[in-house]
Each structure stands twice: as structure tokens, then as C-alpha cells.
């Protein structure tokens, strides 16, 4: 989504409704025909929107994707309350739930599949990661704690590998154990926040 178009988007519920309606139909389309289905001609004829408001929302199909993957399907995302290890584990939880939509699973490896030779693919893996890896750190700051590039990948890559290369269940015993490992390398350098009791 182009700057202006996701400025507009913040204040027009219309476009929000149009780009949610288009987004619904890529994911359909992803889900039961994979990603070479996914052309803005079959997008538009479906969505019953022209090919020029495709191109508006997204100047290529690189920027649909990571939309689909950023605002994929609802999935329980933390709200930032519980210690750094609670967490951290929903955190993992809701990248296991949002890579077992397979819709988001289909975008993901398109891109990945892609970066090595298409630099808006590159680009694209880029400012996902970029953007999961600010919203964990938004909810550990409160904590004092910041994870940087390295640590995100260490963190996350052993989900990503699960679920696609070892094609293994990614069970809540390993978020737990890989949530518990990585607090404990990483203490908290700021004071601590109270927990929230309900």
C-alpha cells in the first residue's frame, strides 16, 4: 500500500472496506489455488474492482502479499500483559496460528521462494520482518527489554523451520521452551512492570 493510499485508508472507512474486501478474495484465491492464482486480472474480476484500484492499494503483487501477511486472518495476538516469558509464548503462538492459515503460508513462501532474484520480494520480507520484530519489541518495552535483528531470528526461525522445512507440529511445549530459554538470555535492563491481574 502506497503512503497516501494507507493515510487515506486511517481516515476513509470506505477504502478500508474496499482493501479488506479485495484482501478477502487474494486469501480465498491463495488458499484454494495457491499463489500463481493470484493475478490482479482474476483479483479485480472477483473483488468486482477495477485493476486500477488493485494498483493504487498495492503497486505490486510483492505489496499485496505482505499486506495479506500483516493483517492476515484474526488470531489471537498478545495484548501485552503477563511477564516477558508469557509473552513472548503468545507472541509464538500467534506466528504458529498465522503461519497454519494457509492462505499466509502460500504469501510467505512465494516471497521467500522469490527474494533471491526479485528485490521487491527482498524488499517485501524485509519490512515484514521489520515490522513483527518492532511489535514484539513494543510490547517488551516496558520491561526494558529490546530484541534485535540477530535475536528475533533465533527466536522465531525455529517455528518457521518447524512448520515448513522439518514440517514438524510446533506444539506449545516448544513455544514454551524456546519462550523460557529466551528470557533467560535475555534479562531485562529496565525496571520491571507489574504483572496484570484479572
Known sequence: MTDEVGAAARTDPRIERTRAHVLGHARELLTTRGPDAVTYTELAARARVTRQTLYRHWP???RLF????LEGPPTEYPDGSGTPQQIVAAFLR????GMEAQANASALMMLAAQADHDPQSDQALNRLVTNRRDALNQLLAPFGVSVDADEYARLCGPVLFRRFISREPVTDQFIEDLAATFTSSSAPVGPQR???RT
Open 66 to 69: 505482505m499486506d495479506l501477511l
Open 60 to 62: 505490486s503483487r510483492e
Open 94 to 97: 500467534s506466528l504458529r496460528a
Open 194 to 196: 507489574k504483572e496484570h
